[in-house]
C-alpha cells in the first residue's frame, strides 16, 4: 500500500519555489497583485492563499528582483504593477539552471528501478 505524501511536504516545496513562480509569472509583462494571485492560484496547488503574495513581492521589491508602479484603475482604486528588474531576471535564470538539474537528479532516483522501496 501506498501511502500518500504529506501536506507538510507540498508546503515545504511550494514555499521554496513560489518566489522564483512569481518571478517568472512577471517576466515580460507586468502584473498587478490580484491578476498574478489568479494567475498563480490557476497552477494546480502553487498558491494557497492570497496572504501569502503580498509579503513576497514586498521582499522581491526590497531585495531588487521587482520593480513597482502606481496606475490609476478604471474600475477602483489605483493598482500597484510589479515587473521583473535586470537582477530578478539574472536571479531567475540562476534558478532555472539549478532547477533543472535538480529536478533531474530526482527523477532520476525516483525512476531507477532495482533500488528500493
Known amino acids: ?50 496572504g501569502t503574495i503580498y509579503p513576497l513581492l514586498g521582499r522581491l521589491r526590497k531585495d531588487g528582483s521587482v520593480a513597482t508602479t502606481w496606475r490609476e484603475s478604471d474600475s477602483g482604486p489605483p493598482r500597484r504593477y510589479y515587473s521583473l528588474t535586470a537582477d530578478g531576471q539574472a536571479g531567475l535564470e540562476r534558478f532555472r539552471g539549478e532547477w533543472t538539474r535538480f529536478r533531474d537528479a530526482v527523477d532520476a532516483i525516483l525512476e531507477t528501478r532495482g533500488g528500493r522501496a
Not at 511536504?9 to 521554496?16: A, E, I, K
Not at 502584473?31 to 498574478?36: I, N, T
Open 1 to 50: 500500500m501506498t501511502e500518500q505524501p504529506r501536506e507538510s511536504t507540498f508546503s515545504q516545496l511550494r514555499r521554496g519555489v513560489l518566489e522564483y513562480c512569481v518571478m517568472a509569472a512577471l517576466r515580460g509583462r507586468e502584473h498587478y497583485g490580484y491578476e498574478l494571485v489568479s494567475e498563480l492560484a490557476a497552477a494546480d496547488g502553487l498558491l494557497t492563499s492570497e
